[in-house]
């Protein structure tokens, strides 16, 4: 209980305030650490990813190049024809892109 002082203020019990806060404080220090790890690994891991497909988006863009554009637009009509699902979900996802990189200078 606090103690009255000779001006009439309160005073509480500072040792047991401290203690225990330092003991949470080390508590949320460990949590933040732990949070860390786990940040830096999966970032390392979303890394590994990336570059591993930025290296299959290079093939591919090697391969194009030797091509013609018909012969593109050939082989992307095939593909419509086999997977009429996936061509509309690409073209939604593309239209989309799109929509939004040419309304964002409008802002």
């Known amino acids: 209980m606090p103690e009255a002082t000779e001006n009439g ?10 203690c ?3 003991m949470h404080m080390s508590e949320l220090e460990e949590t933040a650490r732990q949070y860390g790890r786990k940040i830096s ?3 390392s891991k979303a890394g590994d990813y990336l570059s591993e ?3 299959v988006v290079g093939e591919k863009i090697k391969d194009l190049q030797g091509k013609d554009f018909n012969e593109i637009a050939g082989e992307a009509k095939d593909y419509a024809r086999k997977n009429p699902g996936q061509a509309i979900l690409i ?3 593309a239209g989309l892109f799109l929509g939004l990189l040419l309304r964002g200078g409008r802002r």
């Open 91 to 93: 073209s939604a996802a």
């Open 9 to 18: 203020q309160n005073t509480a019990p500072n040792a047991s305030i401290i």
């Open 20 to 22: 225990g806060s330092e």
């Open 41 to 43: 690994a999966t970032a």
């Open 53 to 55: 497909k930025a290296s």
